[in-house]
């Protein structure tokens, strides 16, 4: 809580790098639309700005770099039917 007893959402540290949902979406080489269905998943952290008709989303772009990080991809086995034909 800050001085004013309310809790703090966004990180106050003003050399964090925002972006808006497009710029995301292209750091990430994903569509706007998988963005923020991530979001909606909680699969990425988000800031909503308030005052608009529409919700409008920010990003900080160590949150992006965080959420990648903390999911490595699991390296598959070979197929093994694709193995066998071919050694054949």
């Known amino acids: 809580m800050n ?3 309310r ?3 966004i990180p106050e540290n003003p050399q964090h790098e925002w972006l808006t ?3 995301a979406a292209e750091y990430l080489s994903i569509k706007p639309r998988s ?3 991530w979001v909606r998943q909680g699969k990425l952290q988000a800031y909503a ?3 608009t008709k529409r919700r409008t989303w920010r990003f900080l772009k160590e949150d992006l770099d965080s959420a990648l990080l903390s999911s490595p ?3 598959s086995k070979p197929l093994t039917v694709l193995f066998e034909r ?3």
């Open 35 to 37: 963005l923020l269905l």
């Open 73 to 75: 991809v699991i390296p």
């Open 3 to 5: 001085e004013n007893g």
């Open 21 to 23: 949902s497009a710029e």
């Open 49 to 51: 700005l308030s005052g």
């Open 86 to 88: 071919t050694s054949n």
């Open 7 to 9: 809790d703090n959402m």
